[in-house]
């Protein structure tokens, strides 16, 4: 299974920001969420299926001053919408985050939502509630990145134990599970990556801090088509 690598920029400035393209166009697993600003131009220099908004309004096309609405996305064919992250949590309520789920959707865009929760030992309860959305009105194009809130830029990642419990939790949780895809993210470095990508029925990563390292995403896609190209050897 090929595995992907996302990256996400936030609301980083990233210098070398250009040098990406090649790497994109190097490997297509690699995926990026880039800041709005920059969601157009990646999507004209790269492919815009590797492009991820890490942003969504609620508007439809018009005349909505400021907004970026899932149409409008859909224009750019994008490869997705990355909601939920702990950083938008912070600022949005779960209803909006689930209007958010709905226009997606509406637009057949593939959705990213991110869960985690605040405190490991109530992680059962806090995943719960934020698949709720999503038990209620399936979603036909999903992928799920697990980022223990706790683990989110702190240095302190989720061990792979308790990643593939938590992540089984919610394939027991959600009953179109093998429609779903996936992911890890919270403090991936390049010493832990690889424990996450051997880990079952994980589709890749969402890396924040090491994604601004161009050298650091480079050694990653080496790690990645490395694997890709032992799993084709055995398959011969
Ligand atoms: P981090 O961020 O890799 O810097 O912990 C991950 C994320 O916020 O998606």
Redesign the pocket.
């Known amino acids: 299974m090929k595995k992907n690598l996302?990256l996400?920029w936030?609301h980083h400035w990233v210098d070398d920001w250009v040098e990406y393209i090649p790497l994109l166009q190097s490997y297509s697993g690699l995926l990026i969420a880039p800041p709005v600003a920059l969601i157009g131009a990646f999507a004209q220099l790269a492919h815009p299926q590797q492009v991820i908004s890490p942003y969504l309004s609620l508007r439809e096309l018009g005349a909505f001053t400021g907004h970026c609405g899932a149409e409008y996305l859909k224009h750019l064919q994008i490869g997705a919408v990355l909601l939920g992250?702990?950083?938008q949590r912070a600022e949005l309520s779960a209803q909006y985050i689930t209007q958010q789920l709905y226009a997606a959707q509406k637009q057949n865009l593939h959705v990213i939502l991110?869960v985690g929760e605040k405190n490991p030992h109530t992680y059962q309860k806090e995943l719960l509630e934020q698949i709720v959305s999503i038990q209620s009105h399936p979603c036909l194009s999903l992928s799920i990145?697990y980022?223990p809130q706790w683990?989110?830029?702190?240095?302190h990642?989720c061990t792979p134990e308790l990643c593939h419990k938590a992540i089984t939790f919610l394939k027991e949780h959600i009953s179109y599970a093998s429609n779903v895809k996936f992911y890890y993210?919270?403090?991936?470095?390049l010493e832990n990556a690889q424990d996450f990508l051997e880990l079952d029925g994980i589709q890749g990563l969402?890396?924040?801090?090491?994604?601004q390292n161009k050298i650091a995403v480079k050694k990653l896609i080496e790690v990645l088509q490395e694997r890709e190209s032992i799993i084709s050897e055995k398959d011969v």
């Open positions: 996302i996400n936030k992250h702990s950083e991110c990145a980022e683990a989110i830029g702190t240095g990642a993210g919270g403090s991936v470095s969402l890396i924040g801090r090491l994604s």
